[in-house]
């Protein structure tokens, strides 16, 4: 079976233009934002643009297909206006996301600004109920881990009491390795890569992690800080890439790279990096 590798992809200019530019970069899946990453507004899809959008992914074997939700969401907002907005948001993507016959939305959960994950845990439960109720079964909603900022929820214990507290097929976890490596996982050495692992067999559970967003770090081990490198040429390299991505229980996950590439993004020389790294 052919890895699926892909890379977050512009929509600029119209949806299909999505397939375009993931052709353009030797990719085989992608992940797109449903809407302006820097506006609130959200739509949905008209029947032309999503039979047009799935005859294309179908014609070219493009899948899966991700939608990033916006950066601007936190559901551990204690600003009433700014969580519904976040939770409105949400739903618009999820829906989309069924409409096209995407794979999921992947959701960074926001920030509790200190208060701590126990003070704003019941909201954020509660957020993502809600979003599971105004939304068709299809729709599959991915958590991702954060990079240890102060105050960012997404540590692997945060993301189990979340799935523990929704026992749902319709939620599901991205990890990002950047993400990782910044919050102090080492998995750049045998040893700190099967640490790894179990620590994820032992909270989220590998059964529940559905994407990797393949990303070098440009900020060192525990950095705590989320800034991604193009491929090899971060603090993880080559290496411990590679190594991550063909290890026996994470070898079936697609990639999706959220790389600088030359400044406009993902591109064909981190895609074919990326192949050169797969065993």
């Keep these: 079976m052919t ?21 353009n970069i ?15 507004a959200r739509s949905l899809y008209s029947p032309e643009l999503t039979e047009g959008f799935r005859r294309l992914t179908t014609q070219h074997d493009l899948n899966p297909v991700y939608i990033h939700a916006l950066y ?16 409105t948001a949400i739903i618009m993507d999820m829906k989309n996301s069924a409409l096209i016959g995407s794979a ?3 959701l ?30 299809s729709s599959i909603l991915l958590l991702e881990n954060s990079a240890g900022q102060n105050g960012k929820i997404g540590s692997l214990k945060e993301l189990k009491d979340i799935l523990d507290a929704i026992p749902s097929d319709r939620l599901k976890v991205c990890l990002d390795t950047a993400h990782a490596f910044e919050a102090g996982y080492n998995f750049t050495t045998a040893d700190g890569l099967e640490m790894w692992i179990k620590e994820i067999e032992s909270t ?11 990303n070098d ?63």
Excluded at 4 to 20: D, E, K, M, Q
Excluded at 26 to 40: L, T
């Design 3 to 23: 890895r699926r590798i892909g890379g977050h992809v512009s929509c600029s200019g119209g949806l299909t233009n999505a397939v375009t530019n993931t052709l």
């Design 104 to 106: 999921g939305v992947v």
């Design 204 to 214: 989220i559970g590998v059964d529940k992690v559905e994407l990797l967003h393949l």
């Design 72 to 87: 601007l969401t936190n559901l551990a907002s204690d600003n009433p206006e700014l969580l519904e907005k976040s939770k």
């Design 217 to 279: 770090s440009k900020t060192p081990l525990g950095s705590g800080r989320d800034n991604h490198q193009n491929i090899g040429d971060g603090y993880i390299g080559d290496a411990g890439l590679s190594m991550l991505i063909n290890h026996p229980k994470l070898a079936h996950l697609p990639l999706i790279l959220e790389v600088p590439g030359d400044g406009t993004g993902p591109d064909r020389a981190n895609i074919d990096r990326v192949k050169n790294l797969l065993k």
């Design 26 to 40: 030797g990719g085989n899946a992608m992940q797109i934002f449903a809407g302006s990453p820097r506006m609130w």
């Design 108 to 137: 960074h959960i926001g920030s509790h600004q200190g208060r701590g994950w126990a003070h704003d845990r019941a909201q954020v439960i509660s957020a993502i109920e809600q979003a599971f109720r105004e939304t068709p079964g």
